[in-house]
């Protein structure tokens, strides 16, 4: 595999590259639903609701980490995640930022 040269953007560009990669995956979108929807902490239930097996999950879960969109914190053997909100805030406003640009040109191919 090549050299992904993510150097040669603006780190606006790899920012939002890389939440299109984060939300790229169904699971992953249902679980940030998931957590919006019980505005709380959510300890061990993300299982019960969402058709997947706990790595499968887990694995989710580390990628919407990974990028800041959640938190999570240890309590005994559960970990509780629930949405960054300041993270979100941020991205909700590159995004939407980015989705409201306007085409310069009226005329196209």
Known sequence: MG???VEMFSKREVELAELAKALAH???IAILQLLLK???CI????????PLSQSTISQHLKELKKIGLIKGEVDGAKVCYCIDEKIWKRFA?????F???QPTSKTCC
């Open 3 to 5: 050299i992904s040269k």
């Open 26 to 28: 169904p699971a992953r």
């Open 38 to 40: 019980k505005q709380s």
């Open 43 to 50: 300890c061990g239930d993300i299982v019960g609701e969402i």
């Open 93 to 97: 406003l590159k995004f939407e930022t």
């Open 99 to 101: 989705i409201h640009q």
